[in-house]
């Protein structure tokens, strides 16, 4: 019997062990905001737990970012009302914004308003042809073609061979068969250039500007100060919710005992006694991953982010004393505020790449990227560098990269390939 109930007792044990442990680790991987709605939670679920609001209020940082900013139907709507229009043409108007995606497309099923609306086919066009000439210009554009044709078309400076490409040859231009239109047109090539440089000025996505989601504002975790060569970390405090025990709570249970509301005291207390101690370790935690990464980013912090050195999760682990998978979750989405700006914690985690004939044994991923950006913004454009010609002079620069490598962050900065950067002059 004793045997049978120490066994109970272990397993007791091992139960709340898993349990603190899995709640350890679910509150290290959430960022404020998530850790404050966490708390709230954990405060609904047990009436021992106080929470103090934070020092900081964020809500005031949402706030102030929504004083300054409108949604893209309010600016819409705002132009409207000042057109003329019948109640049934307004109706249908805002019914047309109302369908605009975020990026300020017109996506509608035309069958329908003309029946809701008893509107003929050239008198909806007129309604779409309102959105169009409301700002930003490109907004209610069924395509991309059309969206730049209606930027285009409000700049007096565009001459018309440049509207006549973008309307009827816009395919042919996209899939830069530039030679092919200047025969037709009867344009010399470096007039496609300048239709090229005119298009390239548009903006795709019109609407995204207003696009603004508070949801995900970010809060820093971790705020780094230099002063001279000393450099320091601490947790950005008062950003988060404070958990106190509520004693008015206990004491009133406590004046009123029996073994049920005991027992029941017991355990919430235990559970208010977890979670504080998992709050602690997160500060810990968080506080250790920060100044292992100051101290091997010291010239990121000292010199600015073209110092950045090559770092991994395994390295931290070692130097903190965790598992790489609690590194992982540390960083997850966690920002820190520096003298160069906010940066999430992620970024200081770079590849390697191989260094040749020099004195150090390994680059920066970001620093080959800074290397590759230089070598473009300085190339000819007439003659643009092959992947292959920029290779070779990443290497002369002490990088070793593949072709494949120099493609790929290529890509991840947004460049083109080569013949896409030609260009006719």
């Not at 975790?221 to 001279?228: A, I, M, P, S, W």
């Amino acid at each position: 019997m004793n045997l049978s109930a120490g066994l109970f007792q272990q397993q007791q044990q091992k139960l709340q062990m898993t349990q603190q442990l899995s709640q350890a680790i679910t509150i290290l991987q959430y960022t404020t905001m998530e850790l404050n709605d966490y708390l709230e939670s954990k405060a609904m679920e047990n009436p021992l737990i106080q929470l103090k609001p934070p020092k900081r209020k964020l809500a005031e940082w949402q706030d102030f970012a929504s004083d300054t900013a409108i949604s893209l139907s309010e600016a819409l709507l705002i132009q409207l009302n000042l057109k003329s229009l019948t109640n049934s043409e307004r109706n249908c108007v805002e019914e047309l914004i109302f369908s605009l995606d975020g990026n300020g497309y017109l996506h509608i099923e035309g069958d329908q308003l003309l029946e809701k609306y008893k509107l003929g086919e050239e008198a909806l066009e007129e309604m779409i042809s309102l959105i169009q000439s409301l700002e930003p210009a490109g907004i209610g554009a069924r395509s991309l073609q059309e969206c730049i044709y209606l930027q285009l078309d409000r700049r007096w400076e565009v001459p018309d061979f440049v509207l006549t490409i973008v309307s009827d040859h816009f395919q042919a231009f996209a899939d830069r068969k530039w030679k092919e239109i200047a025969k037709i047109l009867g344009l010399e090539l470096k007039q496609v250039q300048t239709a090229a440089d005119f298009i390239t000025q548009c903006n795709p996505r019109p609407g995204s500007a207003y696009a603004k989601d508070f949801s995900h504002y970010i809060v820093p975790e971790l705020n780094v100060r230099v002063q001279g060569d000393d450099v320091t970390v601490a947790l950005y405090d008062g950003t988060s919710i404070t958990v106190t025990l509520n004693k008015e709570y206990t004491d009133f249970l406590g004046h009123h005992p029996d073994r049920d509301t005991a027992s029941y005291i017991k355990e919430k207390k235990q559970e208010f006694e977890w979670l504080v101690q998992s709050l602690r370790q997160r500060k810990q935690t968080m506080l250790k991953v920060g100044k292992a990464i100051v101290e091997k980013q010291r010239g990121f912090f000292l010199q600015g982010p073209g110092h950045l050195q090559p770092l991994t999760l395994k390295q931290i682990a070692e130097e903190v004393g965790a598992h790489e998978s609690t590194i992982s979750r540390a960083v997850r989405g966690k920002y820190v505020q520096t003298p160069y700006g906010v940066f999430e914690l992620k970024n200081f985690f770079t590849a390697a790449i191989r260094a040749v004939d020099t004195d150090e044994e390994m680059v920066s991923a970001g620093t080959v990227k800074k290397e590759l950006q230089e070598l473009v913004n300085q190339e000819d454009k007439r003659k643009p560098l092959s992947d292959q010609k920029l290779v070779a002079l990443l290497t002369e620069k002490g990088c070793d990269v593949s072709r494949r490598t120099v493609a790929k962050y290529r890509d991840q900065l947004g460049i083109p390939s080569s013949t896409k950067r030609k260009r006719y002059e």
